[in-house]
Each structure stands twice: as structure tokens, then as C-alpha cells.
């Protein structure tokens, strides 16, 4: 037994990511034409977050940009926010998708829940494109309109983000299984002239007319003037989903082929591209207007010198239209990937429903949340036992912290050269601001390092940067991909109270992070709803780690609410697994099991059995919302309606409030 090696570790690069990988052949590539020399990740990262006109040239001309347009200079101005990047060149981002097709393999796969793989090859791809982007013009769309989709994972809803780029207009997606109070909440800030809908979805073994919905919000939506028709479900509709008078709508599969070649928008780097939206659990949702170059060269970098992606692989992300990864893997054509798109529940029919589409469309990066992660490992089922999933060499995990169980699980349960990627980022970037690197290992519990080109960095309140200690997490240095502009803050007056208003001019990200001496970086929950017990500040995501871990408990929910009279109080939440009760036995368990494996100040006031936790659809837990509520404020003031499962909690919150001392 090699005494030397660390027991947390679980990965370590071989030779072919140490020569082979897009890093490493990046390094060789600065080295020769830049005459700079880096022995190691470490190195390279320095040089990528502090000399940020070198380091984005350089992003640059390895994927061959400068042959398609000229700049006037990399950065005119680095401040935040406003920072001016590649002022004077010209991309489209559709262009830039399309330009990477061949015959050697497809643009997509899709796959319908319960279906079978249907491949879209690129030159088709583009002449859908080419024909929906015709329509989009038949209707008078182009720079400074707004194109919404209405749609499920579809090879329509890639199309038609493709379509509206290509001719300079803005996207912007809503998942049909958002309530519509919330898809109104977003779309009637983002003013859309076409909506393109869906008839409906699948998910979970059961289908989802939205036909109503799509009328509904057509009478919403006052500047709608189409309704580009999906049919999905059932055949192309001969008549309109919605009397609303003056709009018109078409049908998606009865549009005509376009008759010229597709033309592309030319248009400046800072041109928006799309609208991505914050989860709207704490009021009227943020539009977030991210552009052309800024998405072209980040996500260039993000998947190309972070995961590693490549032409030849097939690059499955489990997500929704609505979940910024759903942009993040569309990123993927950027690199002439093939990426999978699967329209249903990862737990259909059973809790491998995602593993059996990686192998059915023989994925090799697979892209999952947390949850589903720790689900599987859960079930107890062994997935590359039961299945063929020889080709899959990467796992991107996100949406919150993992368990240490499930990094040791996905190692002994998969093949053992399977590289876990953990990556944190957000919507407000459309990236990753940490996650991993085919040159480092990979240790249990630990985000490989921050990301290329991200001047990442833990501080104290004072604003002094932290080694090995938990900070805020904050960017010191400007993005190609942060925000344009929020919809609706001309003088972007939210956008510099979301990110600037605790160090001004320096992004706060809102999370706790750990940057250790070897840049492997911890995430422990959201920073606005940190735990803060006799003057230790604590992590929500340390206690869920011990709590979902014990036998008997399903899911869990902690809070720390600071109270009127200075006092403090932290309830922690549990639900419990199937046909077990919280009893004195149960809280006895979680109460020691926090004291042995973190400390007493863990130790919640009470605990408290619930049905559900509330989360945003894209699964993240409403620590932030449900704390305000236990504060006093209204259900309606804190969450926008059908953002959230299991919403009937939040009143269910309110009562517990108004019925609990907080001392008791």
C-alpha cells in the first residue's frame, strides 16, 4: 500500500490529460507563441486572473477567433460593473455554433421520455435554423426584439435560441412546468413579440397538455403580437390556442423552407444574446442580459479548458429550459460536440432513468445535480454494473454541495477512471467560477480549483483575502460573460446592489467558500443565509452533510434566524424517509451526530419533522425565503408564485412562525 498517497483522494490525471487534454495542449500552445512558461496548473491560473488582456488574446486565437473577426483592444475598461471587452469585434453567436458542423457525427440527439435517440445532423440543424430564423423575419423580428420560449428540452427550443440569435434578436426561456403567475413574472419584463410554445411535456410516466397555459399567457403578454406552435403532443394545431384578437399563429411544422442561405446578424461583441433569470424566490425575478462575445469566448474557455470537452464527445446535461446549464450545454456546439438533449424525469422509470439515457445515446460527459446524485446512491443501486456505460468518462455535478459519501460512492460505483467533476458557478455568469481542471487530482469533498480567467478569492468582512479559512466568496477581476445590464435597471441600479454593495467595484457572489493553499475550493452554502451561532459563522450545506446522511432521514432544512430582541434561533427541518416518524430516538441520532462530527454549536434548537422542503425548480433549497418568512414577512412578499415546489410549505412556514416562540 502506497503510504504516500492521501485518503481522501479519488482521482488522479493520467497521461492523457497531462498531455493530451485541452489544458495541457493550451499550456503547449502559450508556450510557443507566447513565449510563457507554466509548470503547473497553479501557474497558469495566476497568469489567467491577473493578466486578463494576455490571458482572453490567448483564449481567443486558440479557437481560431481571430480569423473570423478584429478587435480594437481586449479590455478597455476593467471596471465592475462596466467593464468593456473586445470593443470593435463582431460575433454571433449562432454563427459560431454552426461553424463547427461535419458529417462525422451529429449536432443533437434527442430523447423523449420513454423514446428512443433521434440524431439531428449539423447540416439539418442548420436548415431548420434557416427556416425558423426566415419566419422570425416574416414577422418583423430582428435587433432589439424578443423571442420567448415556452418549451421543454426539445431539438425545437435549440433551434429556436439559434434562430433568434442569428438574426440579432434576444432569447429568453421559460420551462412549461413553471406555474404562469411565474412565467409572467418573467416574460411580461422581457416584452416578447413571438412567443414559441409547446402544446405540453412529459415527465414522470405522465403527459402535460399547456395548451391553456400558452393562452393564458398570451393574454398576459401584451406586446405578443405570434405564437410560433410547437406540437409536441399531439398533431400541428389547425386552430389557435388563443382568441386573444391581432395575435397571429403559426404552425412550428408547417413552416415553409427558407429561400435564401441562412444569413447571421452582424452584430458587436456586447450585442444581447439572451435573458436568463434568478430564481424569484425573494421578489420580482432578475433579468440577466448576457451578450454575444462575452457567452462565445467564456463558454470556449469553461468547457474547452475546464471540463475538458471535446469535438467527439457526446455531452448529456440533465436540466430544464429554464436552469442556466440547459445554456451551458447549447454551449457545447461551440466546440462541435454532439449534445444530448433528454426531455423527462431522470427517475423515470426507476432512479436510473439518466444513466439509462447516457447509455442509450452513449454519452461520455453526463451533467447531474447534487440531489440526483445522492438519490441514486441512496437507492442502493449500482449503475455501471447494471448498465453499459463503458463510454462515459466524466461527471459534472452542481446545484449544491455533495455529500462525502457520495464523492466515495460515484468512485466505487462507477469505473474507476471516471472523473467527478464538482463546478460552481451561477446563472449571473452563464459559467463556472470553480470546478475542475484534467490537470489536478481530485480530493473528496473539494472543488478541483477556481476556473481559468476567474480572479476567485475567499474574504473577511474587512475586505482581506483568506487562506484556509471560510470567507465570502468574491471575483476580484472583470468576466467576459458577467451581466450587460439587468432588464427593466437602466441605471443598473440592482445590478449594483445583487453584486457590489458589500466591497464596491468587487463581485460578491453570495456564498461561503473555503480557498485552500493548493486552490482546492469549498462551497458551504449561500452566504445570505448563513448560520451565525455565538459569533461562529457556519455553513447550512456541513449540516446537511451529517443530517441526510443518517438512516431515516430523506431531506432537511436548516435555518438561523436572527430575532428582534438579538436572540438567535436556528430550527432544523427533516423529512423523513417512507413510513418513518421523527421521534425522540431520531432527533437524539441527528443531535449526536452533529456534536461528534462538527461541534455543539451545530446542535439546532429544535427539530422539527415537515412533509417537504420547498426548493427552486432547479433544485436548490429556499433557506433565504423560508428565513424571511420566520422573521415575519408575508408568504407573498418572499416567493413568486409557481417558482417553488412544494409552495404549499411556505404557508405551512408562516403558521409554524406565528405558533412558535421563538424561545420555546
Not at 199 to 220: F, H, I, N, S
Request: with cysteine; proline share 7%.
Amino acid at each position: 500500500m502506497d503510504t504516500d498517497t492521501p485518503a481522501d483522494l479519488l482521482w488522479s490525471p493520467g497521461r492523457r490529460e497531462l498531455e493530451d487534454s485541452n489544458v495541457a495542449c493550451f499550456m503547449d500552445w502559450v508556450s510557443e507563441t507566447r513565449g510563457l512558461h507554466f509548470s503547473d496548473y497553479a501557474a497558469l491560473w495566476r497568469w489567467s486572473s491577473t493578466d486578463l488582456p494576455g490571458f482572453w488574446s490567448a483564449v481567443w486565437e486558440f479557437y481560431g477567433l481571430d480569423s473570423v473577426t478584429r478587435y480594437d483592444e481586449v479590455l478597455r475598461d476593467a471596471s465592475m460593473p462596466g467593464a468593456v471587452w473586445f470593443p470593435g469585434a463582431r460575433l454571433n453567436f449562432a454563427e459560431r455554433c454552426l461553424a463547427q458542423a461535419t458529417d462525422a457525427r451529429p449536432a443533437l440527439v434527442s430523447v423523449a421520455e420513454g423514446g428512443t435517440p433521434v440524431e439531428t445532423a449539423w447540416r439539418e440543424l442548420r436548415r431548420q435554423v434557416a427556416d425558423v430564423a426566415a419566419a422570425l423575419r416574416r414577422m418583423g423580428v430582428g435587433p432589439g426584439d424578443c423571442v420567448a420560449g415556452y418549451l421543454p428540452n426539445l431539438p425545437q427550443t435549440v433551434v429556436a435560441l439559434l434562430a433568434t440569435a442569428a438574426v440579432g434578436a434576444v432569447w429568453t426561456a421559460c420551462s412549461p412546468d413553471f406555474g404562469t403567475p411565474s412565467v409572467l413574472a418573467r416574460l411580461q419584463q422581457a416584452r416578447p413579440a413571438v412567443l414559441v410554445a409547446a402544446d405540453g411535456y412529459r415527465y414522470g410516466g405522465k403527459t402535460y397538455d399547456r395548451r391553456p397555459e400558452v393562452a393564458e399567457l398570451a393574454d398576459g403578454l401584451p406586446t405578443l403580437r405570434h405564437v410560433l406552435a410547437v406540437d409536441n403532443l399531439f398533431t400541428a394545431p389547425t386552430e389557435p390556442w388563443s382568441a386573444r384578437p391581432g395575435l397571429e399563429q403559426h404552425a412550428w411544422s408547417a413552416l415553409p423552407a427558407a429561400e435564401a442561405p441562412l444569413e447571421f446578424a452582424d452584430v458587436p461583441f456586447d450585442h444581447p444574446l439572451w435573458i436568463l433569470w434568478s430564481s424569484g424566490t425573494t421578489g420580482i425575478p432578475k433579468g440577466i442580459v448576457q451578450g454575444h462575445g462575452g457567452i462565445v469566448v467564456e463558454l470556449l474557455k469553461a468547457l474547452g479548458l475546464g471540463a475538458d470537452l471535446r469535438p467527439d464527445d457526446r455531452y448529456l446535461f440533465l436540466t430544464s429550459t429554464s436552469w442556466m446549464v440547459w445554456n451551458f450545454l447549447v454551449g457545447g456546439l461551440l466546440h462541435g460536440s454532439t449534445i444530448i438533449l433528454y426531455d423527462g424525469s431522470p427517475t423515470f422509470p426507476d432512479v436510473n432513468g439518466a444513466w439509462r439515457i447516457a447509455e442509450q445515446t452513449g454519452a461520455t460527459m453526463v451533467g447531474v445535480g447534487a440531489a440526483y446524485l445522492t438519490a441514486v446512491e441512496k437507492s442502493g443501486t449500482h449503475p455501471a454494473a447494471e448498465l453499459d456505460l463503458k463510454r462515459l468518462r466524466s461527471i459534472l455535478q452542481t446545484g449544491s454541495s455533495l455529500p462525502s459519501s457520495t464523492w466515495r460512492w460515484v468512485y466505487e460505483r462507477f469505473a474507476p477512471g471516471i472523473w467527478l467533476q464538482s463546478i460552481c458557478g451561477g446563472t449571473d455568469v452563464c459559467s463556472v467560477l470553480a470546478g475542475g481542471s484534467a490537470l489536478l487530482p481530485v480530493h473528496e469533498g473539494r472543488i478541483q480549483c477556481p476556473a481559468l480567467g476567474v480572479a476567485l478569492a475567499s474574504w473577511d468582512p474587512c475586505g482581506q483575502p483568506l487562506t484556509g479559512e471560510q470567507g465570502e466568496l468574491v471575483v476580484t477581476a472583470p468576466l467576459p460573460s458577467m451581466p450587460l445590464h439587468f432588464v427593466g435597471d437602466p441605471d443598473r441600479t440592482r445590478y449594483r446592489a445583487a453584486y457590489f454593495d458589500v466591497y464596491p467595484g468587487i463581485w460578491r457572489h453570495g456564498d461561503w467558500v473555503t480557498i485552500d493553499a493548493d486552490l482546492s475550493v469549498v462551497v458551504a452554502g449561500r452566504s445570505d443565509s448563513t448560520l451565525n451561532r455565538m459569533g461562529v459563522r457556519m455553513g447550512s450545506a456541513d449540516i446537511y452533510a451529517v443530517v441526510e446522511q443518517l438512516p431515516g432521514v430523506a431531506d432537511s432544512l436548516v435555518i438561523g434566524v436572527e430575532q428582534p430582541d438579538g436572540g438567535y434561533f436556528m430550527p432544523l427541518f427533516v423529512v423523513t424517509a417512507h413510513g418513518i416518524t421523527l421521534d425522540d430516538g431520531l432527533r437524539e441520532r441527528i443531535t449526536a451526530a452533529l456534536k461528534r462530527r462538527l461541534s455543539p454549536r451545530h446542535v439546532p434548537d429544535v427539530i422539527v419533522q415537515i412533509p417537504a422542503v420547498p426548493r427552486t425548480l432547479t433544485g436548490k433549497k429556499l433557506e433565504v425565503p423560508v428565513k424571511r418568512i420566520l422573521q415575519g414577512s408575508p408568504v407573498a412578499d418572499v416567493s413568486s408564485a409557481g417558482s417553488v415546489t412544494h409552495s404549499e410549505m411556505l404557508a405551512w412556514f408562516a403558521d409554524f412562525a406565528a405558533r412558535s416562540a421563538p424561545d420555546g
